[in-house]
């Protein structure tokens, strides 16, 4: 009989976060760690990791920095040899690099404003599939989360963009999931709803704050440590079965 407990854990495999820095990737990356994953962890800002390495470092845990843009495909094909010339495999991504720098109507948005969310957000995602699927293709195992947006498939005002790039995000993982199924590889969506971080709180805290918490059910916005969980699951044997799968944690928010 399987021991639910013992699948949760993440002991003697490696996972990479993406996006691991700030907000979400971080609260996803010590929950990771404290299942007791050794971690690879990238983002643009290299203090950032350093700061959350010392931190996971002193509780015993075993982190590699990597910074970088994922919208480098070099940068990405290298962060991955890093990775595995440190302990030889990659078992698990948490592809949560992203951006969301404009809140503007939609027939405002530039072209460069608008590439630059899909290169960061999508075409970003997609490199690290690529280059971590083909080590896990060859190891026959592996898992893949990409982290998506309720925003998906829930329209809100002034984020075309950013909709669009997870909306491409789910479709990728769709994707990859029908066509690396059988090689052992699994590919599976997380779509945060309103957390509080960083990149939300200009937003949480502005007129618009009022209307997401009143069409949240929960009567209010995450904490980012409440992500880890479903990062953790979605990572291990406990979600063996599971594959082209979006899950959703959001408080049960809904649009208006």
């Not at 929960?218 to 979605?234: D, S, Y």
């Amino acid at each position: 009989m399987s021991d639910v407990t013992n699948d949760l854990r993440l002991d003697g495999k490696t996972v990479w976060v993406t996006g691991a820095g700030k907000g979400l990737g971080r609260a996803m990356a010590v929950a990771l760690s404290q299942a007791g994953a050794t971690l690879a962890v990238t983002a643009r800002t290299a203090d950032d990791l350093e700061r959350l390495a010392a931190e996971l470092a002193g509780h015993g845990g075993k982190v590699l920095v990597l910074p970088g843009s994922v919208a480098d495909s070099d940068a990405v094909r290298a962060a991955v040899g890093r990775i595995t010339e440190w302990t030889g495999r990659l078992d698990a991504v948490v592809n949560c690099a992203g951006v969301s720098p404009h809140f503007t109507r939609s027939e405002r948005v530039t072209d460069e404003a608008w590439q630059q969310v899909l290169d960061i957000n999508l075409a970003g995602t997609f490199y690290c599939c690529r280059e971590a699927g083909k080590v896990m293709l060859e190891q026959g195992s592996g898992s893949i989360v990409n982290v998506s947006s309720v925003h998906a498939g829930a329209g809100f005002e002034r984020i075309a963009a950013y909709a669009a790039s997870k909306g491409g995000v789910e479709a990728l993982t769709k994707s990859l999931a029908v066509e690396w199924a059988d090689r052992g590889v699994r590919v599976n969506a997380l779509a945060p709803g309103y957390f509080r971080t960083d990149l939300s709180s200009g937003l949480l805290d502005s007129r618009w704050g009022e209307r997401i918490v009143g069409g949240t059910p929960m009567g209010r916005v995450g904490e980012a440590e409440e992500l880890g969980g479903a990062a953790v699951f979605l990572a291990s044997d406990a979600s063996r079965y599971m594959t082209g799968t979006t899950v959703t944690v959001d408080g049960g928010w809904t649009a208006w």
